[in-house]
Structure formats: structure tokens, C-alpha cells
């Protein structure tokens, strides 16, 4: 089975500074796709960036961005000049290129502090 | 559009009572998904449903029953209810296959005492 390894429970960033979330997989398949949702105080669950393996280059997303290292399994996540709104929990997932059904990482608080 | 609603948003049961969990979505989505959230967990695959009329077992299927009757509708239900599925219960749903965004419904806080 599929795993998903977040390693930094809590993280907390100054306001306008950079922080970036670890993430690593295991999987012995070779098409996949990794994605990173964040969950504010809300509780609401939302699709912050996608990257699909077979695409060397790093996906972006405005102020986010990852580094996606196919061999060592390893996507990180990189919020630049964080901001207050940025404050949530940070999950990791990996889904199957021939399934449907999405791997979840426990997850990393960010506290964005001003 | 709503997008994806789920009812109740709160609710404590007594260890045996039942009850059922009602997720719905506009989005004409083939694919419903639930969750349950604990603590340093994440997010674990409960069931699963890839159209109308069809279920699949997740990750942690124990303990809960669900049924798509309708293409809009996700029902989970819980027989006998335990502590143990004291939770954060979370319905998504997406167009397709695992490339495709799921869209997270706001979650059901369940206690069972």
C-alpha cells in the first residue's frame, strides 16, 4: 500500500517569510500524481497545487510552490512571503494514475505569526 | 452552486444509537469519497463509490455501511455507533480518476459518548 510521511507536525513562519513542509511517499508505480490541500480554521479542504509525475518541471501556484524529487520520492512544499490567510493545516496526497482514490499524510500545522 | 454539502454538521450520539451521514453534490461528479480526520492521521478513505448504484471499501471500511442511490447523494451510515468513530467526517467528490481535484464537502463533527 501506498504511504504518505509528513515529518514536521508544527511549523511556524514570520509574516512575509518563507517556510517550506517536507513531504515523502512511497510507491512502486511509476505514473502518479501528488497534490497539497490545506485546511484552515474553517475546516474547509482546499486544493492549494498538483503535480503530476511524469512532469519533470515543478508545478507553481502564485506564492506556492514545490520541488518534486521523482527518485529520493520527495515533494516539498514552499509557501513564499507567507501571510496571516496562509495559517492551516498543510496534507500531503498521492493518488494513482490508474486509480481513484487519494493517500493522505498526517498533515503539518503552519502558524503564520506577524 | 453549493458544491459539496453534508448534513448534519454536528452531532453526538450514545455508544449503539445509529445514525446516517447525508452528502450531497451539484457538480454531476461520478466519483464520492468519505473521510474521517483524527488527530496526526489525516485523512483516511472510508468508502468510496465510482457512480451511481456502485460502493468500494477504503482504507478503514470497519463499522460503516454506505449506499449511492443517487448520482448526487452519498450516504454513510453507522449501525452501532463506538467511541472509536469519535471523528471529523469529511464527504469529497471529483469528476474522474486520482488526477482529478476532489472537492471537500466542510465536514461532520460526530462524538459518541
Known amino acids: 500500500a501506498q504511504t504518505v510521511t509528513q515529518s514536521q507536525p508544527e511549523m511556524s513562519v514570520q509574516e512575509a517569510e518563507t517556510v517550506t513542509l517536507s513531504c515523502t511517499y512511497d510507491?512502486?508505480?511509476?505514473?502518479?500524481?501528488l497534490f497539497w490541500y490545506k485546511q484552515p480554521p474553517s475546516r474547509q479542504m482546499i486544493l492549494v497545487i498538483r503535480?503530476?509525475?511524469?512532469?519533470?518541471q515543478n508545478a507553481t501556484e502564485n506564492r506556492f510552490s514545490v520541488n518534486f524529487q521523482k527518485a529520493a520520492k520527495s515533494f516539498s512544499l514552499k509557501i513564499s512571503d507567507s501571510q496571516l490567510g496562509d495559517t492551516a493545516m498543510y496534507f500531503c496526497?498521492?493518488?494513482?494514475?490508474?486509480?481513484?482514490?487519494?493517500?493522505f499524510g498526517g498533515g503539518t500545522r503552519v502558524l503564520v505569526k506577524p | 452552486n453549493a458544491g459539496v454539502t453534508q448534513t448534519p454538521k454536528f452531532r453526538v450520539l450514545k455508544t449503539g444509537q445509529s445514525m446516517t451521514l447525508l452528502c450531497a453534490q451539484d457538480?454531476?461528479?461520478?466519483?464520492m469519497y468519505w473521510y474521517r480526520q483524527d488527530p496526526g492521521m489525516g485523512l483516511r478513505l472510508i468508502h468510496y463509490?465510482?457512480?451511481?448504484?456502485?460502493?468500494a471499501k477504503g482504507e478503514v471500511p470497519d463499522g460503516y455501511n454506505v449506499s449511492r442511490l443517487k448520482k448526487q447523494n452519498f450516504l454513510l451510515g453507522l449501525e452501532s455507533a463506538a467511541p472509536s468513530q469519535t471523528s471529523v467526517y469529511f464527504c469529497?467528490?471529483?469528476?474522474?480518476?486520482?488526477?482529478?481535484?476532489?472537492?471537500f464537502g466542510p465536514g461532520t463533527r460526530l462524538t459518541v459518548l
Open positions: 496526497a498521492w493518488g494513482g494514475a490508474a486509480g481513484n482514490k487519494l493517500t
Open positions: 510507491t512502486s508505480d511509476n505514473n502518479y500524481y
Open positions: 503535480q503530476e509525475a511524469y512532469k519533470q
Open positions: 457538480m454531476n461528479h461520478e466519483y
Open positions: 463509490s465510482v457512480g451511481e448504484g456502485t460502493t
Open positions: 469529497a467528490s471529483s469528476a474522474g480518476q486520482s488526477y482529478n481535484e476532489q472537492f
